[in-house]
């Protein structure tokens, strides 16, 4: 019955299907409807329920389960092994576990659908299922506590090149807001485990947001939150290739660092930011205050100049435009 829902929905297009008229054609109460299409949007399949209208059917078939696409992801080591969850609290979560056991270098946990989804700061990340790329990625890089932060920015760089693949225009907000038209398409949550002063494992959740329209955002977000689909309806790219392409770029940008250090790094992550000059307010542990971008230095520190010209040194703060 599940596929045949799904045969109708297609086959209406783009308009509703009650589920009292689906009730009566498959002869089953509309309990048994609503069960049967909570299933399919399990699978991935994104169907919109509206009151008094009925069902319809958005996005078609885009399958972030691996074992459903056409090949292996196509690198030596990002993504090279892909952990796949229907369902999880968290892909972050999950990746830690997996590196105290002992994981390697390059393994990927993806998810459907998040239900404890973490983003930076203690927020919480919205990760429904069937409309974007939820993942977290074990690195073990051989380096300096210090040098750790580099990694997020690396992080950004490759999710941004990653969308200039596909024809978007990408800006970051340091340290690792990927925006496009100014509203924030993905976040990257960056975590490690160190020893004394080195690196064990650092574990990089990365959020991208690819079919939701703005109502499908909480109200709290829709002001700033955006996605691929609002940008460019008609040809949302698959997540079966976005996540390819984004270990790719991890790969590849991964190499060229430890190869050539965060120079080469920084100058595609500044190719990419947002201007220097952008006024902004800055909300670190320390301290509120407004200013403007002057730079990143060499370690990925953002340089903030306040009102009275004064530099600030910004390692980890929430950042608001437009301030
Ligand atoms: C941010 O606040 O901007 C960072 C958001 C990071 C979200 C991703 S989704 C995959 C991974 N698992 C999580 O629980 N969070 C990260």
Same mark, same amino acid.
């Given at each position: 019955v599940k596929d045949q829902i799904l045969k109708a929905l297609r086959e209406n297009n783009d308009g509703y299907l009650s589920g009292e008229k689906l009730a009566e054609r498959f002869r089953c109460s509309r309990m048994a409807i609503w069960k049967h299409i909570d299933e399919l949007r399990n699978r991935g399949y994104r169907i919109e329920s509206v009151h008094r209208k009925g069902y319809r059917l958005v996005a078609d078939l885009d399958p972030?389960?691996?074992?459903?696409?056409?090949?292996?992801?196509?690198?030596? /080591? =990002?993504?090279?092994e892909v952990l796949f969850f229907? /369902? =999880?609290?968290s892909t972050q979560q999950m990746a830690h576990q997996l590196a105290r056991e002992g994981r390697p270098h390059g393994t990927a946990v993806l998810a459907e659908l998040q239900h404890g989804g973490k983003g930076r700061l203690g927020r919480n990340w919205f990760s429904p299922a069937g409309v974007g790329l939820w993942t977290s990625i074990i690195l073990r890089p051989n380096l300096t506590l210090e040098a750790a932060p580099q990694i997020t920015l690396l992080i950004a760089a490759a999710v941004a090149r990653t969308l200039v693949m596909f024809g978007y225009d990408p800006k970051i907000k340091w340290p690792n807001d990927i925006l496009l038209a100014g509203r924030k398409v993905s976040g990257i949550l960056t975590e490690l485990q160190a020893d004394l002063d080195r690196v064990k494992y650092i574990i990089v959740g990365i959020g991208l947001n690819i079919h939701q329209r703005l109502q499908d955002f909480p109200e709290n977000i829709r002001d700033k939150a955006g996605s691929l689909y609002i940008i460019n309806p008609e040809q949302t790219p698959r997540r079966e290739l976005v996540f390819k392409t984004l270990c790719s770029q991890i790969e590849s940008l991964y190499h060229l660092y430890m190869e050539h250090g965060f120079l080469p790094i920084k100058a595609i992550w500044e190719s990419y930011s947002l201007p220097m000059g952008t006024r902004m307010k800055i909300t670190s542990l320390k301290k509120v205050f407004e200013g403007t971008s002057v730079g990143i230095t060499d370690q990925g520190v953002l340089l903030v100049k306040d009102e009275a010209g004064e530099i600030h040194q910004i390692h980890s703060a929430d950042i608001e435009l437009n301030a």
């Amino acid at each position: 019955v599940k596929d045949q829902i799904l045969k109708a929905l297609r086959e209406n297009n783009d308009g509703y299907l009650s589920g009292e008229k689906l009730a009566e054609r498959f002869r089953c109460s509309r309990m048994a409807i609503w069960k049967h299409i909570d299933e399919l949007r399990n699978r991935g399949y994104r169907i919109e329920s509206v009151h008094r209208k009925g069902y319809r059917l958005v996005a078609d078939l885009d399958p972030i389960d691996p074992t459903q696409w056409s090949g292996p992801v196509d690198t030596k /080591e =990002i993504g090279r092994e892909v952990l796949f969850f229907p /369902e =999880i609290d968290s892909t972050q979560q999950m990746a830690h576990q997996l590196a105290r056991e002992g994981r390697p270098h390059g393994t990927a946990v993806l998810a459907e659908l998040q239900h404890g989804g973490k983003g930076r700061l203690g927020r919480n990340w919205f990760s429904p299922a069937g409309v974007g790329l939820w993942t977290s990625i074990i690195l073990r890089p051989n380096l300096t506590l210090e040098a750790a932060p580099q990694i997020t920015l690396l992080i950004a760089a490759a999710v941004a090149r990653t969308l200039v693949m596909f024809g978007y225009d990408p800006k970051i907000k340091w340290p690792n807001d990927i925006l496009l038209a100014g509203r924030k398409v993905s976040g990257i949550l960056t975590e490690l485990q160190a020893d004394l002063d080195r690196v064990k494992y650092i574990i990089v959740g990365i959020g991208l947001n690819i079919h939701q329209r703005l109502q499908d955002f909480p109200e709290n977000i829709r002001d700033k939150a955006g996605s691929l689909y609002i940008i460019n309806p008609e040809q949302t790219p698959r997540r079966e290739l976005v996540f390819k392409t984004l270990c790719s770029q991890i790969e590849s940008l991964y190499h060229l660092y430890m190869e050539h250090g965060f120079l080469p790094i920084k100058a595609i992550w500044e190719s990419y930011s947002l201007p220097m000059g952008t006024r902004m307010k800055i909300t670190s542990l320390k301290k509120v205050f407004e200013g403007t971008s002057v730079g990143i230095t060499d370690q990925g520190v953002l340089l903030v100049k306040d009102e009275a010209g004064e530099i600030h040194q910004i390692h980890s703060a929430d950042i608001e435009l437009n301030a």
